[in-house]
């Protein structure tokens, strides 16, 4: 499937980013979760594409993409991706994150509220505002495991689709993530270091936490969206967001897990359409 899309590489302060492009209009940045890759987006993009420039980016450390030797906060990947963006002349973006990304755009966002059109956060609350409780009540026993420094590589090491479709076994919606899709993740995830760099972002929670209290003191200027899902988290992300954005508009897709872009990518393109279509009516370009 992803024949169809153009990859590119580009250096940003010495790292190099992965992403694809289709395509044309006001721009739109997808950023993917753990453990994914700019391909779980491959069901949204076509039809965002038809009115949109969409960018699909692996996350820094993630897929194709190279860690940053700053580390692996979500600062530092936000920075990181604001300077791709400025980079490639793109001006203002609309951001939409899920999962590990959605953080990431709120960095993004937070940070460079100049340059975001707009913010979506897809199935996560943010960290401070939320996830630790969801962590919680949810029993993702993972963050913690993940945490332990060097313990979850050297598990893992081998046995990367057991852990994998392990998570991505937690998709509600049957078929969503099928074998080939597994096989096309477990070429970035096999790779070498590629693991540990989804284990990273989890290693950094704490300073994550203090890094986004600090950017919540200001609330985002831009028009802000947030879609939980109901058979994962609920309406989790909505609260989180509104007390960092409090004209965020929130929905719930009851029938969806965790994995909203894959599994339900009708229900989000019809909620993301409309969205991203009245943030362009509101912001100049």
């Known amino acids: 499937m992803d024949e169809t899309y153009e990859h ?114 897809l199935a996560v609350p943010l960290h401070g505002f939320g996830l630790s409780e969801l962590i919680a009540r949810a029993g993702l026993w993972h963050f913690g495991f993940f945490s332990a420094p060097g313990l979850a590589e050297e598990l893992a090491e081998g046995r990367e689709r057991i852990l994998l479709e392990h998570f991505y076994g937690h998709a509600m919606e049957s078929g969503a993530i099928g074998p080939a899709d597994v096989d096309t993740y477990l070429c970035s995830y096999a790779r070498p270091g590629r693991l540990a760099g989804g284990f990273a972002y989890y290693r950094n929670v704490p300073a994550d936490t203090a890094a986004i209290a600090d950017l919540a003191r200001t609330p985002l200027p831009m028009p802000a969206l947030a879609v939980g899902c109901g058979r994962a988290g609920g309406p989790a992300p909505l609260d989180s967001l509104r007390q960092a954005a409090p004209h965020t508009h929130g929905v719930v897709i009851e029938d969806s897990g965790h994995f909203l872009p894959e599994e339900q990518p009708g229900p989000l393109l019809k909620l993301l359409r409309p969205f991203l279509a009245e943030a362009d009516a509101s912001v100049p370009r």
Do not use: C, M, N
Not at 37 to 44: C, D, E, G, H, P
Not at 61 to 80: K, M, Q, T
């Open 8 to 121: 590119h590489r580009t250096t940003i302060d010495g790292v190099r980013l992965h992403w694809v492009r289709a395509g044309s209009g006001t721009p739109v940045v997808l950023l993917h979760g753990w453990p994914q890759t700019w391909y779980a987006w491959r069901k949204v993009i076509p039809e965002l594409a038809r009115h949109h420039e969409v960018f699909a980016v692996d996350l820094p450390g993630l897929g194709e993409s190279d860690p940053s030797p700053r580390g692996s906060g979500v600062r530092i990947a936000a920075d990181l991706l604001d300077a791709w963006r400025a980079e490639l002349g793109l001006g203002r973006v609309h951001v939409v994150g899920h999962d590990l990304g959605g953080p990431i755009g709120y960095g993004w966002a937070a940070a460079h509220p100049a340059q975001v059109r707009s913010f979506t956060l």
